[in-house]
């Protein structure tokens, strides 16, 4: 016995990750459901589907003999039923309660990762708090939270008699789920006088398969449990088992409906025994009594013989003969239609096959190359038909981490309601695109940089209701988050009708600071740009949510980290918007490889426009290497990569200009040599040119040179600065030198 309490205890723990990991998707859906039921208090459907969320963290806690959130979800649970049914408004002060709640069961489903974890007194005596505003909110005089499953088992029970059928999927224990430790919880709701275990479905010894599940279970429940918590202790495994759940006094038209609703099974007693109109005991009750009849000469169908032995409704018979007959004609193969079905994937095996890939990438290009050298055609061609594969798989293996961004901005909804009501705000959060797709590593790490500019636009653009009506504007502020493609980008944009950038007590806190000198006053945009310097703060005092000038220079910082750039426009009077433009992944992208002398470089696919090979008529070039061309009527800036990063091989007799798209803006690159498409993995710089400007990493061709990977953004930034104010060329970008 001892050693199956310790298999118990140690599947439980392998399979606790999962549970943290659903529960904290419940957590989230719960807050979600909560703002949203504030705009729609009279929603069923969205009163229904916050009760079934707290339903399921309690009930797969349970599961796991976490206490602690059992007990508190059923106070918040409790209060749901009762706006569910009606007898419960919905106010906001109810709604922060609820939130609040939310926060508290977030935090001891983190808890459940440290079974020894000790709560201060502080943290224990709050969560009481919350129990009694929960219970004076629902009307109920305090009582004590319901009993751990163990003490509940010897509850009183009265004597309604459920029949569950359950049959667990294949990949139940893949999955870390055990149909023992659900069946035990299921015992703590009433007592289960008879219980069948199903071998039927269990393959030859020769054919079984240790890691997949064959369990399927008929028992009767005496519980005055409701169906919804019947069922809910199985809503851990809902999506990969067959449950049916017969109440008291079925009638033969309620079998009929379950019957018609099963999935196809052959025989006729396994449909009856799903069912919950026999037990598998009387089945085989049924089956000895049919062979003693054949020995005497007296043969009769099952049917007819379970009628006889267990009372079987002769309805409830015909109906499981005509599943049946179908089942064997073959009528219903292919219901079971597409089998969507997902699969929960460790980000760090993700990664590491990410990682492989790019590997992967890298050796393609060195086998391609040494097959052009070898110029044989047959071998070539393989190569090609490899590197065609290659690309389809790059492309498969980073979509499985491409996820909406809607998810990041929905997170705002609180953040958008706490803010506006502590600032004494009325805010509406509208948000636009959110099925917009990009990688998952980017979405992480953009979280925290959209928080701060969510927060910072709550704070300084937007006006309170009062000051909004005294400018003729409605009394209730809008902030837009948006997001869209653009190529081969993520565009994402943050909106707000507020009072816009005072440009001049910006300037003047610029003059205070020497950033700017005192008199000169520059133009709007650098106005504007003066807000992502470090330490640069307009409040006029410190708040918990500004003043201290630490912010908008870090979120800079971190975008530009994840080779994006932000950008910021205003309208005095109407608002203020800013822009990020991000990567669509970190980890592969699809590139243009050019030479400057010695030196390759990489510009990424999507921003080059077209190429002008061989073009002699550009204008002189200044200081910075930057000059102009005539395109097609029109002037187009152009910049030299050896004159800007003071690249000291010498010029050719002819170059050739790459046009380039950044942000809305057109300019060219003098290059000296045209490379071609090249798949490029992206590798962080060296700690020695992590401060070389217009680089966004490095990538390791097929030969194994290196060759820097521009930042387009960057680039035309650094290429458009006044001279007088530019920084001094980067040496040493020369051949033997590699990040």
């Known amino acids: 016995m001892n050693g199956a309490n310790d298999m118990d205890q140690s599947f439980i723990a392998e399979a606790l990750p999962a549970f943290i990991s659903e529960a904290q998707e419940q957590i989230e859906a719960l807050e979600q459901l909560l703002l949203e039921l504030e705009d729609r ?8 589907a916050l009760f079934r ?6 009930g797969s ?8 959130v059992v007990a508190f979800t059923h106070h918040v649970e409790t209060l749901l ?45 709050a969560r009481a708090a919350l129990v009694l505003q929960l219970q004076a909110a629902a009307g109920a005089s305090p009582a004590p939270a319901p009993a751990p499953v163990a003490a509940a088992a010897a509850a009183p029970m009265s004597s309604h008699r459920w029949h569950v059928s359950v049959a667990f999927g294949a990949d139940t224990f893949r999955n870390g789920m055990d149909p023992l430790a659900i069946l035990n919880y299921v015992r703590g709701l009433g007592d289960i006088p008879t219980l069948v275990c199903d071998i039927e479905a269990v393959p030859p ?9 064959h369990l399927g279970f008929q028992f009767g429940l005496v519980s005055e449990a409701s169906r919804a918590e019947i069922e809910g202790a199985f809503s ?17 038209e309620e079998f ?6 099963m999935p196809d099974t052959p025989r006729l007693g396994d449909i009856l025994v799903a069912t919950g109109a026999i037990t598998r005991a009387q089945l085989q009750q049924g089956l000895r009594a049919q062979a003693c009849a054949a020995t005497e000469g007296s043969a009769k169908p099952l049917g007819e013989v379970l009628q006889d032995v267990a009372g079987v409704s002769s309805q409830v018979v015909t109906a499981a003969l005509k599943k049946q007959t179908r089942q064997r004609e073959g009528t219903a193969a292919g219901a079971a239609g597409d089998d969507h079905r997902f699969i929960r994937v460790q980000a760090d095996r993700l990664d590491a096959v990410i990682n492989l890939l790019g590997e992967l990438v890298i050796a393609g290009a060195g086998a391609s190359l040494l097959a052009r050298q070898t110029r044989l055609g047959a071998l070539i061609e393989a190569n090609a038909q490899i590197g065609r594969l290659i690309e389809e798989i790059r492309n498969g293996t980073l979509q499985l981490r491409m996820v909406p961004i809607g998810e990041t901005f929905s997170r705002f909804r609180r953040v958008v309601r706490d803010t506006a009501g502590e600032l004494g705000k009325d805010v509406q959060l509208e948000i636009i695109g959110g099925e917009t797709e990009l990688d998952k590593s980017v979405v992480e790490r953009i979280a925290d940089p959209l928080m701060h500019l969510v927060r910072n636009a709550l704070d300084h653009g937007l006006e309170t209701p009062e000051q909004r009506q005294a400018a003729g504007k409605p009394g209730q502020g809008k902030l837009t988050l948006s997001a869209c493609h653009e190529s081969g980008s993520i565009l994402i944009r943050i909106d707000d009708d507020g009072r816009g950038i005072q440009r001049q007590k910006v300037l003047e806190r610029a003059w205070d600071r020497g950033l700017v000198e005192r008199g000169v006053i520059p133009a709007d945009a650098d106005i504007d740009r003066l807000i992502f310097e470090p330490g640069f703060s307009t409040a006029e005092q410190v708040t918990n949510l500004s003043g201290r000038g630490v912010g908008m220079d870090v979120v800079r910082r971190n975008i530009e980290a994840l080779r994006g750039t932000v950008s910021l426009s205003s309208a005095p009077g109407e608002g203020s918007r800013i822009e990020i433009r991000l990567p669509l992944t970190l980890a592969i992208i699809d590139g243009f490889l050019i030479g400057v002398g010695s030196s390759k470089f990489i510009f990424p696919l999507d921003a080059v426009v077209e190429v002008i090979e061989n073009r002699p008529t550009v204008s002189a070039l200044d200081g910075r290497g930057r000059g102009f061309v005539e395109l097609r009527g029109n002037v187009l800036p152009v910049v030299s990569l050896r004159a800007l990063y003071g690249l000291g091989s010498e010029p050719p007799d002819r170059t050739s200009v790459v046009v380039l798209s950044a942000g809305g803006r057109r300019y060219g690159v003098m290059v000296d040599q045209l490379l071609g498409q090249h798949q490029t993995v992206i590798k962080p710089l060296g700690r020695m040119f992590r401060s070389l400007r217009g680089m966004s990493g490095s990538s390791i061709l097929g030969n194994g040179e290196v060759a820097l990977i521009f930042d387009v953004n960057s680039l035309s930034q650094l290429a458009a600065e006044p001279t007088a104010s530019a920084a001094r060329p980067v040496k040493h970008l020369t051949e033997g030198h590699t990040p």
Do not use: Y
């Open 236 to 252: 851990f495994v809902r999506d990969d088992c067959e449950l049916h759940v017969m109440q008291p006094g079925t009638t033969p």
């Open 205 to 213: 010894l020769d054919r079984l398969d240790p890691e997949s599940c």
């Open 256 to 261: 009929v409906a379950l019957i018609e609703s």
């Open 81 to 125: 039923d009762e706006l569910r049914e009606g007898r419960v408004a919905l106010t906001p002060a109810l709604g922060t309660l609820l939130l609040q709640c939310n926060d508290q069961i977030r935090l001891l489903v983190a808890q459940a990762r440290d079974a020894a974890h000790d709560e201060a007194a502080t943290v224990v005596a």
């Open 61 to 68: 806690a349970g599961i796991f003999g976490l206490d602690r």
């Open 41 to 48: 208090p009279d929603d069923r459907e969205l009163l229904n």
């Open 53 to 58: 969320c707290a339903h399921t963290v309690k």
